[in-house]
Structure formats: C-alpha cells, structure tokens
Antibody
Framework: QVHLQESGPGLVQPSETLSLTCTVS????????WSWIRQTPGKGLEWIGY???????NYNPSLKSRVTMSMDTSKSQFSLILRSVTATDTALYYC?????????WGQGFLVTVSS | QSALTQPASVSGSPGQSITISCTGT?????????VSWYQQYPGKAPKLMIY???NRPSGVSTRFSGSKSGNTASLTISGLQAADEADYYC???????????FGGGTKLTVL
C-alpha cells in the first residue's frame, strides 16, 4: 500500500522559508511524478507543482518565483521549498502521487506563517 | 487561471441520484480528457474518485460515475448513502502554464 507522509516545521516566520519533506513508502519514487498541493479555506485547493526523479519540475506560475522542489531517491523523499512566505501561504500542504490526477495523498501538514 | 466552477452545495435523499457539475473552458475541461473528481471528509485528505473523466480507481464504488459534455464535466452519485456526505472537488489539466486547476468544491448533504 502506497503511503505518503509530510513533515517539517509547522510555524514559519513571515519573509522566511517554508520547507517540507514528503516520505514515500510502498512504491518506487522513480516510477511516477510527485506533486505538492495546498488547501486554504479561502482559495480552496491549489496545485503547487510536480517533480520527476530525473529532476524535471513544473511549478504553478503564481508561485514559480518562490518555489523549488527536489528529490532524494535514496531516501524515497521529495521536498518543497517556498521562499519569502507571507500570511497568505498559511495552508494545509499535501504531497501526492502523479501529476494530472492525484491517486495517493499524504494526510496533510498545516503550516502557519506568523511571527 | 480561474478555478473551475462548481455549485457550492447540493443535496439529496438516501437512494436518490445527484449530479455535481464542474464548468471550465476549452482550455481545460472542454479540451482534454483529464478531469478528475475527489471526495474529502472534514479533517481528511482528498480521495480520488474519478480520473480521466470516466475512470474509477480500484475500490471506488460503481455508484460513482463521471461524464463530460463540452466545457462541463459531471460527477453522478447514484443510490445516495449517508456516507457520501462530504465535499467534492473537480480538477482538470489546463493548457495554460498553471497545468492543473481545481474547482471551488461542492458540499453534498444527504438529507
């Protein structure tokens, strides 16, 4: 059974950098695209971007200037970095398998941007 | 890129059928067969119910079906059950640089 688990700091200071990691088990991380999606009460679900094990990435243009995704295949992990965060980046962050539809999701990780 | 348009809420009685619409444009829903639907319970992650317009992942009840006509996709739930009460979201591939967009979500109430 495929399992994804997000981890990272739950509180980030404004203007600082948000960093999350997704650990994948039960599947080969080199077999699929892997995505980050976030959810807020105000904006709903928002696709952040995806990464493939080759290093290929694709980011939402609205976040592209602040986002970097990376992958460590030896640890079966992929990561999200979001720079210069503001309160509007407060959200529930999900990692998920695939790119155009998402068949497995992590449980979600709440990140709050606040001083 | 604007979100896909879904009704804020729909309701139905047990045993009935309901349909949730998801309206986009020719650049997303109407142009590609990459529409998917997700069910989300409070405090839980979304669950994939339909992908590529009509396909059900293994384990999803046959009571759930998807379709598309023009720029509007639809999720139909037949034989409504209390357990179906949840939020439902559609999403679509888009030819814009946004790549994937979501609907605003529909709250299904089983009366």
């Amino acid at each position: 059974q495929v399992h994804l688990q997000e981890s990272g700091p739950g509180l980030v200071q404004p203007s600082e950098t948000l960093s999350l990691t997704c650990t994948v088990s039960g599947d080969s991380i080199t077999s699929y695209y892997w995505s980050w999606i976030r959810q807020t009460p105000g904006k709903g679900l928002e696709w952040i971007g995806y990464i493939y094990y080759t290093g290929s990435t694709n980011y939402n243009p609205s976040l592209k200037s602040r986002v970097t995704m990376s992958m460590d295949t030896s640890k079966s992990q992929f990561s999200l970095i979001l720079r210069s965060v503001t309160a509007t980046d407060t959200a529930l962050y999900y990692c998920a398998r695939r790119d155009s539809h998402f068949d497995y999701w992590g449980q979600g990780f709440l990140v709050t941007v606040s001083s | 890129q604007s979100a896909l348009t879904q009704p804020a809420s729909v309701s139905g009685s047990p045993g009935q059928s309901i349909t949730i619409s998801c309206t986009g444009t020719s650049s997303d829903v109407g142009g590609y067969n990459y529409v998917s639907w997700y069910q989300q319970y409070p405090g839980k992650a979304p669950k994939l119910m339909i992908y590529e317009v009509t396909n059900r992942p293994s384990g999803v009840s046959t009571r759930f079906s998807g379709s598309k006509s023009g720029n509007t996709a639809s999720l139909t739930i037949s034989g409504l059950q209390a357990a179906d009460e949840a939020d439902y979201y559609c999403s679509s591939y888009t030819s814009s640089s946004t790549y994937v967009i979501f609907g605003g979500g529909t709250k299904l109430t089983v009366l």
